[in-house]
């Protein structure tokens, strides 16, 4: 079955600190994959995309992600985290062709500590 | 250029009520898609909609019904409306039909329904 998960519901990390968000994906064939952030009220934002190629790809707001197929993983990561990233992150994977559904991970809710 | 726009931003409607969502996507946008999101369950695809058609349909009751226009434009709407209907529902639109450029999601409509 297809199935996306972010096994980490909560993290907090300190001001400055580095971040790593775990995604992992079962779907067949690869995806592409997606990562979205979400702040309070508001929609989805993306943040990168991976479609082929490099599998360390920069995104928006300093993040950026790494694909590793062997582990099926797409886990978002920065090197120093601002209080204005405190947030929910989604991870996604959607089809390379067909009418196969857009699948997001439940979420991770991600708290800055000053 | 213009987001994702919903209408409304809030609401408020009764149980036994009907309610219609609208969505206009970015301009040159033909792909819409709507999610139900709530913090039991996350977010829950709705429907997938490419010119006028729609693509693919999420698991949920007849009482859940959408269309899409042929500017883009898109609605949906929510017949008998239970408590458990309460939620924040998002549109997203993607340029394409593969959407693997990844969603540009609106704010969304709040509903809370009582």
């Known amino acids: 079955a297809q199935s996306v998960t972010q096994p980490d519901i909560h993290i907090t990390v300190s001001e400055g600190a580095s971040l790593e968000l775990r995604c992992n994906y079962s779907?067949?064939?690869?995806?592409?994959l997606f990562w979205y952030v979400q702040s309070p009220g508001q929609g989805l934002q993306l943040l990168l995309k991976?479609?082929?190629?490099?599998?360390l790809v920069q995104g928006i707001k300093g993040f950026e992600a790494e694909f590793k197929r062997s582990q099926s993983s797409f886990n978002l990561r920065k090197p120093s985290v601002h209080w204005s990233d405190a947030a929910e992150y989604f991870c996604?994977?959607?089809?390379?062709?067909?009418?196969?559904?857009?699948?997001f991970g439940t979420g991770t809710r991600l708290k800055v500590l000053a | 250029k213009a987001g994702v726009t919903q209408t409304p931003r809030y609401l408020i409607k009764t149980r036994g009520q009907q309610v219609t969502l609208s969505c206009s996507p970015i301009?040159?946008?033909?792909?819409v898609s709507w999610y139900q999101q709530t913090p039991g369950q996350g977010l829950q695809f709705l429907f997938e909609?490419?010119?006028?058609?729609?693509?693919n349909k999420g698991n949920f009751p007849g009482r859940f019904s959408g269309r899409q226009f042929s500017n883009s434009r898109s609605e949906m709407n929510v017949s008998t409306l239970e408590l458990g209907d309460s939620a924040l529902y998002l549109c997203?639109?993607?340029?394409?039909?593969?959407?693997?450029?990844?969603?540009?999601f609106g704010s969304g409509t709040r509903l809370t329904v009582v």
């Open positions: 997203a639109s993607s340029l394409n039909a593969d959407r693997n450029y990844g969603y540009t």
């Open positions: 779907y067949g064939a690869t995806p592409y």
């Open positions: 991976y479609f082929s190629g490099d599998t």
């Open positions: 996604a994977v959607g089809p390379r062709s067909g009418t196969y559904k857009y699948i």
């Open positions: 301009s040159g946008h033909r792909s």
């Open positions: 909609y490419f010119s006028e058609t729609q693509r």
